[in-house]
């Protein structure tokens, strides 16, 4: 147990070894700042790296993830993020990337209870509500499962554009996009869901807060 984790300290030190003999000022320039133009919310799995997958550096993708890739209104942390990357960081896109075979949104498929985490799914659940009729007519498990995958991904998408972050960035005339993708862990490949919200006039006039 302990030789597993003396092994992370030992790959950091090659990994600092590698960088600075490619370059002898990478760590220095990495060490002034970021500016990074991609926010990208992802799901805690630790097979969906997103700096990997998206063949970005460190300093160009800020990262939030969670189970499940969530937007929750409530989640401070999400929200927390969101600003700083938005207000702060000026990205000018905003990725939800969900993965297929996702533990978290079969769990939310299923009834069983499993503790503090069935808190989590119901904001999951309540996705399954919206589109039941559409999930209960795809009689494949499987192809069910992807499918709710993909519409988790989409309405994340709709809940970011929901909130004031974004909307008040549209409004002041910063460039904005938000996307939703799905990553094949089967094949490693990036699905564009081509859900992508460019400004407030993209959303339902409900949810558009006044200029």
Excluded at 70 to 93: C, F, G, Q, R, T
Excluded at 95 to 119: F, S
Aim: charged share 25%; aromatic share 10%; hydrophobic share 40%.
């Amino acid at each position: 147990m302990e030789r597993s984790y003396q092994k992370l300290l030992e790959n950091n030190k090659k990994w600092v070894l590698e960088r600075t003999s490619a370059d002898p000022d990478y760590f220095t320039n990495l060490a002034k700042g970021q500016s990074p133009e991609y926010l990208w919310i992802g799901c805690s799995d630790s097979r969906v790296p997103a700096n990997e997958v998206t063949g970005t550096k460190p300093g160009e993708m800020f990262v939030h993830r969670n189970i499940a890739n969530m937007v929750v209104h409530s989640d401070l942390n999400l929200l927390s993020v969101l600003a700083y990357a938005v207000e702060v960081l000026k990205v000018k896109h905003i990725i939800v990337c969900g993965h297929y075979g996702c533990g978290g949104v079969q769990a939310a498929m299923g009834n069983k209870q499993l503790g503090l985490i069935d808190n989590w799914l119901r904001n999951i659940k309540d996705v399954y509500r919206t589109h039941a009729e559409e999930l209960d007519a795809i009689t494949d498990e499987n192809q069910r499962f992807r499918k709710f995958v993909e519409l988790n991904v989409q309405e994340q998408v709709f809940d970011l554009g929901k909130t004031s972050i974004v909307q008040n960035a549209w409004a002041n005339g910063q460039e904005l996009h938000i996307h939703g993708w799905v990553y094949d862990i089967a094949d490693g490949i990036l699905k564009d869901l081509n859900v992508t919200f460019r400004n407030a006039s993209d959303l339902p006039r409900v949810y558009q807060f006044e200029k």
